[in-house]
């Protein structure tokens, strides 16, 4: 009696073990086989190019072998992106100096957030170091990238205080193009968690 | 009768002082009320931006922790908070400016709480500001959101 209470309880530890590994973060995005391969193929952000605050293109490359997080916002934003960005700041400054970490943002209002208005932005909010950039594109290209690779729902509403809407996610980005995870970034709970969970993607990738 | 005129003196002032009393604690009362409907508002309409202690965001949004420009000011918050606020200001001896929203859906209560709550925190202590106060300085307000 004793002892098959014991087996239980140790096939109990071992499932949950197998279920979880630890030091891993999950992969997010519909996944899918290769023909003729056996190798899971997960969803990966597609190159793109934006221009930066500095007005210079800025592609897919800068991000080759980094982990970065991504969010999208506009500089008249009123509601959720003060809080977005104040909290992502905090992560900002946490990981300053680190050339392995860096910070996307992309403004979903591509009549007024010129380029010029950005680099404003950027320094008024305190970030003056190319880790983080803030980056302007056609409407078409990043709202697709938003919606299709970024999975974080965008759109301009009239009816909207600010005449946008959007989800305020901090989409965590691994080296592989992955998605490895997605933070509401009003919640400073949830930055708090994205902060430990940078640092077990880092680790991941070190071995 | 000089001990009924005594006692007579006694009671009326005992009265008036009284009545002071009560008059006073009454609007403790009702500054303790506005300041916890003020608090609510603060973190719906004001955090965002402002943050949590009134620290403001980097510059694009000013702290309320000036209690001097507070109170240069206090007549004009009402009309800063329902108009919202466009053009240059100095806080703390920073400039700033950035755009501040229009909330207008506040009732003159709302924005009389919100006073109250954000010039008795954040190291300010101004005491209160009754509702009617903020009626008329709302009555007053330049025609352009600039200031």
Redesign the interface.
């Known amino acids: 009696m004793r002892f098959s209470n014991l087996f239980f309880a140790m096939m109990v530890l071992f499932a949950c073990a197998a279920c979880r590994q630890p030091g891993k973060l999950p992969i997010y995005g519909p996944r899918d086989v290769a023909p003729g391969q056996t190798d899971t193929v997960y969803k990966t952000i597609p190159p793109f190019s934006f221009l930066n605050q500095d007005s210079v293109p800025l592609t897919q490359d800068a991000f080759k072998g980094k982990v970065y997080v991504a969010d999208f916002f506009f500089t008249s934003c009123s509601s959720i992106c003060p809080v977005m960005h104040r909290n992502m700041k905090t992560l900002y400054d946490a990981y300053k100096g680190n050339p392995d970490v860096l910070f996307l943002s992309h403004t979903i209002d591509e009549k007024y957030d010129k380029p010029s208005r950005l680099k404003k932005y950027a320094q008024k909010l305190g970030v003056d170091e190319k880790q983080w950039q803030f980056v302007w594109g056609p409407k078409k290209d990043v709202y697709s990238i938003a919606e299709k690779d970024y999975l974080v729902a965008v759109q301009e509403d009239s009816t909207a205080r600010d005449g946008f809407v959007h989800q305020g996610w901090l989409v965590l980005i691994d080296p592989d193009k992955r998605i490895r995870g997605a933070y509401d970034g009003t919640l400073p709970e949830q930055t708090g968690k994205l902060k430990k969970d940078i640092a077990t993607l880092l680790a991941e990738y070190k071995k | 009768m000089r001990l009924r005129n005594l006692t007579l003196c006694i009671i009326t002032v005992a009265t008036i002082l009284g009545m002071f009393l009560s008059c006073q604690s009454q609007e403790e009362l009702d500054m303790r009320n506005y300041l916890s409907n003020g608090r609510s508002l603060y973190e719906v309409k004001c955090?965002?931006?402002h943050?949590e202690q009134g620290e403001g965001?980097?510059?694009?949004?000013p702290p309320l922790t000036d209690s001097l420009s507070l109170k240069k000011k206090k007549k004009q918050l009402s009309c800063i908070i329902k108009n919202g606020l466009e053009g240059e200001i100095q806080v703390h001896g920073k400039v700033y400016n950035?755009?501040?929203?229009a909330f207008t859906e506040l009732t003159d209560m709302e924005v009389a709480q919100l006073i109250v709550y954000i010039t008795n925190s954040f190291g300010n202590s101004q005491g209160h500001y009754p509702y009617n106060r903020v009626t008329e300085d709302l009555k007053n307000c330049p025609s352009s959101a600039q200031l």
Do not use: D, S, W, Y
């Not at chain 2, 950035?98 to 929203?101: D, G, I, L, S, T």
């Open positions: 955090r965002n931006c943050g965001l980097g510059e694009l949004a950035e755009k501040m929203p």
